[in-house]
């Protein structure tokens, strides 16, 4: 790999967040699950040979501006997807409790 595709691959990483950030917003959990699939391979692709590689300086302040942003950004997406998933946890805790009373009363009360 060399110092621009890792360039490259970063810029693609933030584009994908960035509109993973907007999906959040929308409510478009499945959008938003598609993107996370396809920034996946990207980020492989850097935990596997961007140790490789030496960065010039102004090529690592690139790296370092787009970290910021694809940081800023998950963030913004956690935001965002937080009360979702709080909202999920909470209807499984409550539909996990209605089937444990149903096992232990029954389901037809008459």
Not at 11 to 37: C, P, T, Y
């Amino acid at each position: 790999m060399t110092p621009v595709e890792v360039i490259s691959i970063y810029n693609g990483i933030s584009q994908i967040m960035g509109a993973m950030v907007n999906a959040a917003k929308r409510r478009d959990w499945q959008h938003l699950q598609d993107l996370e699939n396809q920034c996946r391979p990207l980020t492989h692709a850097l935990m596997e040979s961007e140790a490789e590689v030496e960065l010039d300086p102004a090529l690592k302040l690139e790296k370092l501006d787009l970290l910021r942003k694809i940081l800023a950004d998950d963030t913004a997406i956690r935001r965002e997807t937080q009360p979702w998933m709080d909202e999920l946890q909470e209807l499984i805790h409550s539909t996990g409790s209605q089937q444990k009373l149903n096992k232990a009363y029954g389901s037809g009360m008459h």
